[in-house]
């Protein structure tokens, strides 16, 4: 019960993150605009909690020394997802902040990228917070006040992952992967409830019919041979011209 609760924490976190992401790809652009900051900030609130709640969780179980060996490896396994994980919500909210400071909104001191990327974020945020339709308050100095707000967050954001090689010491390089690398990409994959569907990247190999490849390798054989005779027979005319 414990590790399926962990992964189904941590499999929450990486999707809130990964919409945080995609949301801190359209500052600056001509897509900003004051629901994608307030969008921001609470997405990125949204990524704490849980982050926190996977922490609490983990730690938890990792200093259990009664746990099987098996059990170990696996939790061992879901923390240095989650310390991965951790590490990009630490790069993006940075660079959330640079940018922000670069392109405040109630006065522009540089004008928005043209990206190409048009239109809203609130599917996108609203995926991330697990609702159909994102609230908005009324704050027209989000951009400006939010950004020292920001600030105290990285910091503590900081502070939680030096905590977390304090208190729980994983060595990322001895924990071994469950599958190999890119297996994700082979399979079906369901992205949850709050998604707009479901996302197939596997592609089914073609089924061979009864007796194909036999008929094909006789065709191959006859087509080899009429190459090779037309290719004597030409050869036979040049010399006797010449």
Known sequence: MGKEECKTMLDALNKVTACYRHLVITLGSTSDS????????????????????????????????????????????????????????????????????????????????????????????ARAMSV??????ADSNIDTSDLKELETE?????????????????????????????????????????????ISICEEEPKEVDGEPGLMKVLAGIIFTAIVLVAGILAYCVINLS
């Open 154 to 198: 990285i910091t503590q954001v900081g502070q939680m992952m030096e905590e977390m090689e304090m208190k729980v010491q994983v060595a990322p390089w001895a924990v071994e992967a469950k599958q190999e690398a890119g297996a994700e990409l082979k399979s079906t994959v369901s992205v949850g409830n709050s998604s707009v569907g479901v």
């Open 132 to 137: 159909q339709n994102m609230k908005y308050e």
């Open 34 to 125: 004051q629901n994608l900051r307030e969008e921001l900030k609470k997405t990125r609130k949204k990524a704490q909690e849980l982050a926190t709640a996977n922490r609490t969780k983990l730690t938890a179980l990792l200093k259990d020394k009664t746990i099987s060996k098996d059990d170990r490896t696996e939790y061992e396994r879901l923390w240095v997802l989650f310390s991965s994980s951790m590490e990009l919500l630490d790069v993006d909210m940075k660079r959330s902040l640079e940018i922000g400071q670069d392109f405040p909104l109630k006065v522009p001191t540089r004008h928005l990228i043209q990206t190409g990327m048009t239109g809203s974020t609130t599917t996108v945020a």
